[in-house]
């Protein structure tokens, strides 16, 4: 356990470490800087395939946690650049019995660092799109209720994810892309953007189930300050 921590952590987390120390070296060439902060809610998304023969099986997501980020980005030319969150996010799953009356609910609280190119139109105002990878660190799963388990032992349900015997994964990973609308004020920028993202990691370590796969909305604003000016 204390290994894989280690590796996740590595991955994860020094990767960000690197990329900031690239893009603050890289701007004393022909660049700016602008660091700020992001917040808003998210929407996530989870369906699971409980074993090979049965179709994937859709539960509800978990609606409007709340989002935070520090955000560092850095533009090469006029209309492209690079960005970079560390962010607190939150997602998770709530599934319904047959009946609808009792439900199992649990949360993922992860940091996700999602490192991003941007391409801009305009000036003043912009509209801009973002695509890259993302990574990110499991920090805590909690099981919020517990109300029912699986009618047939061989076609499982969603398990437990906060419990001590359950061990969860904790390295996240996927691909990020948003798109959205910024108006410059002088050194100042506000931008309202909505990001989707989709998960190739996921969280089952002992194959209770057969696959599982989660998705991200975010609805966010943002406020930057050039501190880095372009030469």
Avoid: C
């Avoid at 989707?196 to 796969?213: K, W």
Wanted: no cysteine; proline share 5%.
């Amino acid at each position: 356990m204390k290994s894989y921590i280690q590796f996740s952590y590595y991955w994860a987390i020094k990767p960000a470490i690197l990329l900031l120390i690239l893009v603050i070296s890289s701007s004393i060439a022909e660049a700016q800087t602008s660091i700020g902060i992001r917040g808003g809610y998210s929407y996530s998304g989870m369906k699971y395939r409980p074993i090979p023969s049965i179709p994937d099986q859709k539960v509800h997501g978990i609606k409007q946690e709340p989002v935070y980020a520090l955000v560092i980005e850095h533009f090469f030319k006029d209309h492209a650049g690079v960005e970079l969150n560390v962010q607190y996010l939150t997602t998770g799953f709530i599934e319904y019995n047959a009946e609808e009356t009792l439900s199992n609910e649990t949360h993922f609280k992860y940091l996700k660092i999602p490192f991003l190119s941007n391409f801009y139109f305009g000036r003043s105002g912009r509209f801009h799109i973002k695509m890259g990878p993302h990574f990110g660190k499991l920090i805590k799963a909690t099981d919020i209720r517990r109300e029912f388990e699986a009618e047939n032992a061989a076609i499982p349900i969603l398990p437990t994810y906060g419990q001590p015997e359950d061990n969860p994964k904790r390295l996240m990973y996927g691909l990020t892309a948003g798109a959205g609308i910024s108006k410059v004020f002088g050194l100042s920028t506000l931008a309202a953007e909505v990001r989707a993202s989709y998960e190739f990691g996921r969280p089952e370590s002992q194959e209770r189930i057969f696959d599982m796969t989660a998705t991200n909305l975010e609805f966010t604003l943002s406020y930057l300050f050039q501190v880095i000016k372009r030469k």
